[in-house]
């Protein structure tokens, strides 16, 4: 079975564009969720979708919106972009919403996002 | 201060030592402990979860859980150069998102 899929891998923009990642999550989970990862704050949770409706949403700035389409595949925008953006981001996916420890979420390789 | 802490490494082992990887935490409510593995380059996978206190052993790897104390481990016995990643705790209630540490680099040579 495929794993969850990222695109691009990395990506170079400049501060002030805005930039969009894909995730294609393992066939049959319908939930994905979005992660940053930096070194000094480590993974932080951004937002959660299910059945193409956002189901939760972690403390960043409207400026990081998302959404899911109808096979599941999400999409993560982050728009006027900020030098503080550079991090990794991560798509996890599950069967279903909830069930943080009883349904195992698997993440992708992420995409290194630098902003210049 | 956050609400889980973990020492960001490297922590640097020579094969076959025991490792200890730790985390403290703040929220008493935490019930669910996680360890995560991530090599570079690639995303976190699960390793191990824990429920409220105890230990709980997995062939190489035991993850031990203090509440009283705040504070959680994960144990590698044997440590092998594959071993080598970034190894990430991460906790919650039960009913939240979980809520990671930093992650602790760990580098095992041979």
């Known amino acids: 079975k495929a794993g969850v899929t990222q695109t691009p891998r990395y990506l170079i923009k400049t501060r002030g564009q805005q930039v969009t990642l894909s995730c294609s999550p393992i066939?049959?989970?319908?939930?994905v969720s979005w992660y940053q990862q930096t070194p000094g704050q480590g993974l932080q949770f951004l937002f959660e979708?299910?059945?193409?409706?956002?189901?939760n949403k972690g403390n960043f700035p409207g400026r990081f919106s998302g959404r899911q389409f109808s096979n599941s595949r999400s999409e993560m925008n982050v728009s006027t972009l900020e030098l503080g953006d550079s991090a990794l981001y991560l798509c996890?996916?599950?069967?279903?919403?909830?069930?943080?420890?009883?349904?195992?979420?698997?993440f992708g390789p992420g995409t290194r996002l630098t902003v210049l | 201060q956050k609400e889980v802490e973990q020492d960001p490494g490297p922590l640097s082992v020579p094969e076959g030592a025991i490792v200890s990887l730790n985390c403290t935490y703040s929220?008493?409510?935490?019930?669910?402990f996680m360890w995560y593995r991530q090599y570079s380059r690639k995303g976190p996978e699960l390793l191990m979860y824990?429920?409220?206190?105890g230990n709980k052993e997995d062939g190489r790897f035991t993850a031990q859980v203090d509440k009283s104390s705040k504070y959680i481990s994960l144990f590698i016995r044997d440590s092998q150069p594959s071993d080598s990643a970034t190894y990430l705790c991460?906790?919650?209630?039960?009913?939240?998102?979980?809520?990671f540490g930093t992650g602790t680099r760990l580098l095992v040579s041979p």
């Open positions: 996890a996916s599950r069967r279903r919403t909830g069930g943080e420890v009883t349904d195992t979420q698997y």
């Open positions: 066939s049959g989970h319908r939930s």
């Open positions: 979708y299910f059945s193409e409706t956002q189901r």
């Open positions: 929220n008493s409510a935490f019930q669910y």
């Open positions: 824990t429920y409220s206190s």
């Open positions: 991460a906790m919650n209630t039960g009913f939240q998102k979980l809520v």
